[in-house]
């Protein structure tokens, strides 16, 4: 069992950069392909973006490719989700989330969540 906590949430100007971690507990974290999704009120869940298993492929969501970065740190237990160029549109709470599969857009391929961190982009 794999238990998700995110954190670095908050409010941040538009254009600014913020980096979000989640921290894995479990021994089992490494079977895992870890992926980041969002959600702004009123709508559904968004993909944003995946890294595998050994952290060696990666996959960003047009909305923010090119502006954001998802990693991981296996010896950390730790995934991070770089983001720059932050607009208002990117305005949502952030989740962090464990497949068995790398590079899975849809939210209930998930095995494991992260309650989830706000971030809030102001113009």
């Known amino acids: 069992q794999v238990q998700l906590v995110e954190s670095g949430g908050g409010l941040v100007q538009a254009g600014g950069s913020l980096r979000l971690s989640c921290s894995a507990s479990g021994r089992t974290f490494n079977n895992y392909a870890m992926a980041w999704f969002r959600q702004a009120p009123g709508k559904e869940r968004e993909y944003v973006g995946a890294v595998s298993r050994s952290g060696g492929r990666t996959y960003s969501a047009d909305p923010v490719k090119g502006r954001f970065t998802v990693s991981r740190d296996n010896a950390l237990n730790m995934v991070f989700l770089e983001m720059r160029s932050l607009k208002r549109e990117d305005t949502g709470v952030y989740y962090c989330?464990?497949?068995?599969?790398?590079?899975?857009?849809?939210?209930?391929?998930?095995?494991?969540w992260g309650r989830g961190t706000q971030v809030t982009v102001s113009s």
């Open positions: 989330a464990a497949s068995p599969i790398f590079n899975i857009g849809v939210p209930s391929e998930y095995e494991y």
